[in-house]
């Protein structure tokens, strides 16, 4: 998958947690839904800046 794809299940995810922690249904739920959406942010995150670091050998 691309990484506007990663980007879009992120921020739904995040999302998504955030909309079940404020309707109260399941707080554990919550929770692990928006980490999820937050550990992929993070590390698309860190793959751009990797990315924008890298030289032009490692870009293929």
């Known amino acids: 998958m691309d990484r506007r794809t990663w980007l879009v299940l992120a921020v739904v ?19 692990l839904v928006m980490g999820v959406g937050a550990g992929i942010g993070i590390a698309l995150t860190g793959s751009v800046i990797h990315d924008a670091f890298a030289g032009q050998r490692e870009r293929r």
């Open 13 to 31: 995810l995040l999302l998504s947690g955030v909309y079940v922690y404020l309707h109260l249904v399941a707080d554990w739920l919550a929770f």
